[in-house]
């Protein structure tokens, strides 16, 4: 039972990523968190954090369970942790 709420999840998860191209494919969540983490490992970084925080907020705030499903909150955090990351890239300073 644990198993398939945490396979769930992780659909949920990476269909927040494919709602960037407005997708519902956990298959295109897959391949643009590569095609992050290909580019740049800090904006890989960003953009997890970012997705995991929008998902968490939905899941906390009692928002509508098939939309979480549908990858509705995570997606905008991803964009914001992709932008946080791009704009407020980590230097020495």
């Known amino acids: 039972m644990k198993c398939q709420a945490f396979k769930n999840e992780m659909v949920s998860f990476l269909r927040g990523f494919s709602q960037i191209m407005l997708q519902r494919s956990a298959l295109t969540g897959i391949l643009f968190l590569v095609?992050?983490?290909?580019?740049?490992s800090t904006m890989f970084i960003g953009a997890v954090l970012g997705s995991v925080s929008g998902y968490l907020a939905g899941k906390l705030l009692k928002f509508d369970a098939e939309e979480l499903g549908y990858g509705l909150y995570g997606y905008n955090g991803a964009l914001s942790g992709?932008?946080?990351?791009?704009y407020l890239a980590p230097n020495t300073l």
Request: net charge neutral.
């Open 35 to 40: 095609g992050i983490a290909v580019n740049s």
């Open 82 to 86: 992709l932008a946080i990351s791009f």
